[in-house]
């Protein structure tokens, strides 16, 4: 067994692999179904964010058909999802045991996001695995458990979440870019969810002047423009307001572009020669690339966020050394309580042979005591299971503790070795640091 995590990310795959690997919390369930019956994982968690698609999982012990393991079975569920021209290992990596759960750690602490130390993605983390807890056990539950109490010390204890960026409040610095000031300037949100909320705000504090939220439910669009003093239009009338827009912000959970070169195409024809802003932070994308291509359109996607980006970890590159030791810190805990598993199954089957053996022969000894009274029958029944403990408690506690410093195989092989144990208990299918390295 092994802990692996195979994902892509910001960091290997541009926006339009992104998207297509991208899962909505209805596909979840099917997917780690697949991962669980092609991949023959014990357990699986997916984690699939606007910059981020990653399986984590605990490899069963049975090798895979053909030879493929079980991280190359979930790369070929994930390149079923990509054209035929794309190479999935060419976007997407992958990381095993130690590295597998510091890389975790790492993106609950807002360490590996575009907007370094943004805040979202510890909930985001949180959600996935709540989704996911049907298919996960107990190496991912503390996992995840683990990573959320670590995203948290790093926010608490160093500096890189203080004041950071969201994605949200990078897309409107980009508007900035083509207007100088946003003071007085009218906006447009499409979108209700946490992401389209806060690029309002962020808006509002740059001085838009008129706010239009629209949405497919028109009653959460209501409650959050009433919130933040803005204007709430039922979304199939929305593109009636486009000709008077000047930033078109779009953050739905649509599955295909809902900014068509059409509609703009109408609008652009009523502005004149105003400039039009469209920030597109969703994922798929919202806004057809081709809208792009129109003139005095300015259209920005999550990957145009890298300069914002740029100075963001200029910034605060002096606040990740010490977010790299709370992770090396909780990674070596952890650790040490999984390859502690290791010597578990061992220990039940170990002491579970040496009282058979304790009952066996104490009861040989009782047949030629039997002249003895049921309390002295009693004190040596006793006796019998004390012995045994104390010569179980020092190799138990050794045992576990070889384990936790990562030399338990050898040594559980050892014990099953000098005490005749079943070849059943596999030591074999626990994670160890000798699989430790990435693709």
Not at 138 to 144: M, S
Not at 208 to 227: I, K
Request: glycine share 8%.
């Amino acid at each position: 067994m092994a802990l692996i995590v195979v994902g892509s990310s910001h960091r290997v795959a541009p926006i339009e692999i992104r998207e297509r690997l991208a899962y909505t919390a209805l596909e979840t369930p099917t997917a780690l179904d697949a991962v669980r019956g092609d991949a023959g994982a014990r357990e699986s968690v997916l984690l699939s964010t606007c910059n981020r698609t990653e399986v984590y999982l605990v490899e069963g012990d049975a090798a895979g058909a053909g030879g493929v393991n079980a991280a190359e079975r979930v790369r070929a569920i994930l390149g079923a999802r990509l054209d035929a021209s794309h190479d999935v290992h060419a976007h997407t990596y992958v990381r095993r045991d130690r590295e597998a759960v510091a890389h975790l750690f790492r993106v609950a602490s807002g360490m590996d996001s575009m907007i370094l130390g943004e805040a979202q993605i510890l909930g985001q983390v949180r959600d996935a695995w709540e989704l996911c807890r049907p298919h996960a056990g107990p190496v991912l539950n503390r996992l995840f458990q683990t990573a959320l109490l670590v995203g948290s010390r790093v926010r608490t204890e160093t500096g890189v979440g203080r004041g950071a960026a969201s994605v949200s409040s990078a897309a409107v610095q980009l508007a900035k870019k083509i207007f100088g000031s946003l003071h007085g300037r009218r906006a447009m949100i499409l979108g209700a969810g946490e992401m389209a909320e806060l690029a309002l705000v962020c808006l509002m504090k740059e001085g838009v002047r008129t706010a239009v939220v629209a949405n497919r439910t028109f009653a959460r669009a209501s409650e959050m423009a009433h919130r933040h003093g803005a204007t709430a239009v039922p979304y199939d009338a929305c593109w009636d307001a486009l000709p008077e827009t000047d930033v078109l912000l779009c953050s739905t959970a649509a599955p295909h572009p809902v900014v068509t070169p059409e509609r703009v195409a109408t609008a652009l024809a009523a502005r004149g020669d105003r400039p039009l802003c469209i920030l597109d932070i969703a994922l798929p994308r919202d806004v057809d690339a081709r809208v792009g291509r129109l003139d005095n359109v300015f259209l920005y996607d999550l990957d145009d966020l890298r300069g914002v980006v740029a100075s963001n970890l200029e910034r605060r590159h002096s606040e990740l050394l010490p977010a790299e030791d709370v992770i090396a810190d909780e990674v070596e805990k952890y650790w040490q309580w999984l390859a502690g598993l290791a010597a578990v199954p061992v220990l039940t089957h170990f002491r579970a042979t040496m009282d058979r053996v304790r009952q066996e022969e104490l009861s040989h000894a009782m047949r030629r005591l039997g002249h003895l009274p049921p309390a002295e029958r009693e004190a040596i029944e006793h006796f019998s299971r004390a012995l045994m403990n104390k010569f179980l408690h020092e190799p138990s506690v050794r045992l576990r503790a070889a384990a936790a410093n990562g030399r338990g195989l050898g040594i559980v092989d050892a014990t099953r070795y000098l005490f005749g144990l079943d070849a059943d208990v596999s030591p074999a299918s626990t994670p160890h640091d000798g699989d430790a390295g990435h693709d």
